[in-house]
């Protein structure tokens, strides 16, 4: 036709191909199939550009061409425990979650693992017959590249008596019963589903989902609420937030490299490639070609005693293996945020110096001429005032990330020496190095303590009392159930224990008509009626009227309608009032509180 493919492609725009695909689809039978054919073969010719790429473009801007460090984590009873024990037993916050989350490109979409998805039974433990034993099969809807493109891949997922943290059918069943989602009559506990029995002639029982829970996403998402933060009833949790909490697991847990979902897809693919055949593989992983893994997922370090085998030697492959680990360089010293020092460097940079100087100068000039910020709102000056500091925060958030990221490159880039001459020439550690007693570590809900007990107790499943393992099963998820309905304070509200050797501090049962009706002037009416908060956050007063005026603002009052009716929120108060302001003058009245 005469026609340049290359320049008539780039000038191309989303329409146009909607458009040719309209146009194919109404003047010719076509499949689907065919459709994805031929968008196949227009991406091969844009990919002409490559040369074009890699050539001249490459030498004229410098581009980089390092490639970065793909974190493998083969061996998953290696590391998971590290992190699993971080999160449990260490880290000060609580997050209930994770193709089963709502992807990153598909935002608003809510398209993840649901409980229709998920089907639970009970059947008989082939070995063991006199026992029952659940399994759970997982389909998954939205895996990569084949969303609703072919049948969904199943696994299938079994009780761990050895390891309960790594047991994903206890996980799954103390969800189940947190949400009240099993449609039996009698299923209301933990113990109830595992005195389930399969009678004959019957293989297995299948444990009923009500009909309403099917659609709802298994792992949601937190959202604020008037009543404070909560699980949303029927939001899929997102990607980055799930990606967010992964990385700060991993910073806690010490590990030297990002740890994102990728970390442990590639360790999958790494650890299924030796036990499995090609094509259970790309069964496994949804991969259309095998190549993928090759290109993508295969680790950097060989996995085999390639010197044992040139040797002739027998392989020593327990060496290869725990170098391939991605908790190798693993130091739970390592920086978990900056230091008061660090901070004030920042406070110090020059850029953020200057933007700060700016923001004062345009709030004075605000003032002369309105009076106040919030009495120029809709001005041109406001519009400045406000931009200047949206740009101050980015200009913050970003030199503290890169704070962060040079001060633990450096720590992982000196520590080893440190050590090292420790041991040889008999230096003292410095207090940076020291290791934190982690015996120390405080729980705020006695559910959390338990399970930081149970949890990580390797037990020999063969020799142990099976009594005691059905008891521990039963604790924990028991404790997993009830935590699901129990959030922690903020860090100031928490209670710290004044007796030395003691690890762990929460709050007993709270009987809510201790509570009286009259309370100290800067305490939160709605954070009191919060029965999902430790007492010691429930009863926490403000140093200042303006401090909890902001709170209630902030974190209350923004999410409710000004003219709804509104329930008192102190536990012994059944006011109805109308509105905010209602509320507000009640609050004042009845309760003392300067909401």
């Not at 425990?81 to 997050?95: E, G, K, M, N, V």
């Not at 989602?181 to 009923?208: Q, T, Y």
């Not at 993928?292 to 392989?315: N, T």
């Not at 604790?475 to 007796?499: F, H, I, M, N, Y």
Request: proline share 5%.
């Amino acid at each position: 036709m005469g026609v340049d493919a290359h320049s008539h492609l780039s000038a191309c725009v989303d329409e146009n191909f909607r458009v040719y695909a309209d146009w194919r689809l109404k003047n010719f039978n076509t499949k689907q199939s065919t459709i994805w054919v031929e968008w196949k073969f227009l991406r091969l010719l844009l990919r002409g550009r490559q040369v074009f790429i890699l050539g001249p473009l490459t030498d004229e801007y410098y581009l980089g061409l390092s490639i970065d460090y793909k974190p493998v984590r083969p061996l998953p009873m290696n590391d998971i425990p590290c992190r699993i024990h971080c999160s449990c037993c260490l880290s000060p916050t609580l997050q209930r979650g994770p193709e089963h989350i709502e992807s990153g490109c598909l935002r608003g979409s809510n398209d993840a693992l649901c409980y229709k998805d998920i089907v639970l039974r009970v059947i008989p433990n082939p070995d063991q017959p006199d026992r029952h034993v659940l399994v759970m099969e997982v389909s998954l809807m939205f895996m990569k590249v084949k969303r609703f493109k072919s049948q969904p891949t199943t696994y299938i997922f079994h009780e761990r008596d050895d390891h309960l943290a790594l047991c994903p059918v206890s996980h799954f069943l103390a969800l189940a019963l947190a949400d009240d989602a099993f449609d039996a009559r009698g299923i209301s506990s933990v113990e109830d589903v595992l005195r389930i029995r399969v009678m004959a002639p019957r293989n297995s029982l299948h444990l009923k989902l009500k009909p309403h829970m099917l659609n709802i996403p298994v792992f949601r998402r937190a959202v604020h609420t008037a009543e404070g933060i909560r699980i949303a009833p029927d939001k899929a949790l997102p990607y980055d937030r799930f990606n967010q909490y992964l990385q700060r697991l991993g910073r806690n847990t010490g590990f030297e490299h990002k740890l994102t979902p990728y970390c442990t897809r590639r360790g999958t693919a790494n650890a299924i490639d030796t036990v499995a055949t090609t094509s259970e593989c790309n069964q496994v992983m949804g991969h259309s070609r095998a190549d993928v893994f090759e290109r993508y997922c295969i680790s950097v370090k060989v996995k085999r005693d390639v010197q044992s085998a040139y040797l002739g030697c027998p392989a020593r492959e327990s060496i290869i293996q725990a170098v391939g680990r991605f908790s190798l360089t693993r130091d739970p010293r390592a920086p978990k945020e900056l230091s008061n020092e660090h901070k004030e460097a920042i406070e110090r940079d020059p850029q953020l110096v200057k933007l700060c100087d700016r923001q004062r100068s345009l709030r004075k000039l605000i003032e002369r001429k309105h009076g106040s910020v919030p009495k120029s709102k809709g001005t041109a000056l406001h519009r400045e005032y406000t931009e200047l500091g949206d740009t101050i925060r980015a200009e913050k958030q970003t030199l503290h990330r890169e704070a962060f990221e040079d001060m633990r490159q450096e720590f992982f880039a000196t520590v080893d020496t440190v050590e090292i001459e420790r041991q040889l020439l008999g230096l003292s550690i410095s207090e940076e190095l020291k290791m934190d007693d982690e015996g120390k570590a405080q729980f705020v809900f006695e559910e959390r303590a338990q399970l930081a007990r149970n949890l990580f107790l390797s037990l020999d499943c063969r020799s142990e009392d099976q009594r005691e393992l059905y008891v521990r099963r039963v604790q924990t998820s028991q404790d997993w159930v009830s935590l699901c309905s129990l959030r922690e304070g903020p860090r100031k509200r928490r209670v710290t224990s004044a007796e030395s050797g003691v690890d762990i501090t929460f709050d007993g049962i709270i009987d809510e008509d201790t509570f009286p009706i009259s309370c100290p002037g800067t305490q939160c009416l709605f954070c009191l009626g919060d029965s999902q908060l430790p007492h010691s956050a429930r009863i926490y007063s403000f140093s200042r009227p303006d401090h909890l005026r902001r709170h209630v603002q902030n974190c209350h009052l923004r999410y409710l309608d000004p003219d709804a009716l509104l329930w008192c929120p102190h536990p012994s108060c059944p006011d109805a009032l109308d509105g905010v302001e209602d509320f507000q003058g009640h609050a004042l009245i009845v309760h003392n509180v300067y909401a």
